[in-house]
Nanobody, 115 residues
């Protein structure tokens, strides 16, 4: 099983990026798919989550600016990031959780927002 994140880069404040995560291999019983981020010297925090029932959950700091989505096959999860701010700078990781309590992580993609 492999999660491959892409789409990060350098963008000016106010700009947009779209992150993608491709899930390869077979994961049985996917429950939630999400994005987390980790800035230097800080812990890894939840950014956005989408459940099997398509419910979404966002960190307060990104509400109204970021949108998470996935395909029906649960092989892709996306994060549309608009109105980016310098404080959004971090390494972004995609994550898959299963009903059995397993956690799968991607390798991370760097997002840098310049002021």
């Amino acid at each position: 099983v492999q999660l491959q994140a892409s789409g990060g880069g350098l963008v000016q404040a106010g700009g947009s990026l779209r992150l993608s995560c491709a899930v390869s291999g077979s994961i049985y019983g996917i429950a939630d798919m999400g994005w987390y981020r980790q800035a230097p010297g800080k812990q890894r925090d939840l950014v956005a989550l989408i459940t099997t029932g398509d419910a979404t959950n966002y960190a307060d700091s990104v509400k109204g600016r970021f949108t998470i989505s996935r395909n029906n096959a649960k092989t892709r999860v996306y994060l549309q990031m608009n109105s980016l701010r310098p404080e959004d700078t971090a390494v972004y990781y995609c994550n898959v959780k299963t009903w059995a309590g397993l956690d799968y992580w991607g390798q991370g993609t760097q997002v840098t927002v310049s002021s």
